[in-house]
């Protein structure tokens, strides 16, 4: 169906459990992101739903699911097999030398994989971050 927007945005729901993804749906969110797929320096000590976790609950969920938390170029691949409608990113192009450039490179990896992809960029703290939907399109 259509996406309902909210003064032009999408409304999406960050979930970590089955019972946030069940919340988000029964709320009214257009999407969800759920994490922590991975290990992420972003969140040091919480555990990871790993990519089997990821899978089922993605599996589940009557909305798109981005994953997120510990995503790399290196296994965004493994999480659109996994059911991810896209991913997003933030710590591997944030802590690259040259943020514009890293931004560049995953998206040439990892354009043909995806649907969507999430980039979070600051000019200042992460907590700051602006989240932009790129699409392939």
Do not use: M
Request: a negative charge; charged letters at 20%.
């Amino acid at each position: 169906g259509a996406c309902r927007r909210w003064r032009g945005f999408l409304i999406g729901h960050s979930a970590h459990n089955r019972d946030e993804v069940r919340a988000a749906s029964e709320g009214g969110a257009d999407f969800v992101t759920l994490s922590p797929v991975f290990p992420t320096e972003s969140k040091p000590g919480a555990p990871a739903l790993g990519i089997g976790a990821f899978a089922a609950l993605a599996e589940e969920s009557a909305l798109p699911v981005f994953a997120l938390g510990g995503v790399t170029a290196r296994n965004a691949s493994s999480c659109i097999a996994a059911g991810a409608f896209g991913v997003a990113v933030c710590g591997d192009i944030l802590r690259a030398d040259d943020p514009a450039l890293a931004h560049a490179v995953y998206w040439r990896q990892c354009k043909d994989d995806l649907r969507a992809l999430t980039i979070c960029d600051t000019a200042n703290e992460l907590a700051a971050a602006e989240c932009h939907a790129l699409t392939g399109a």
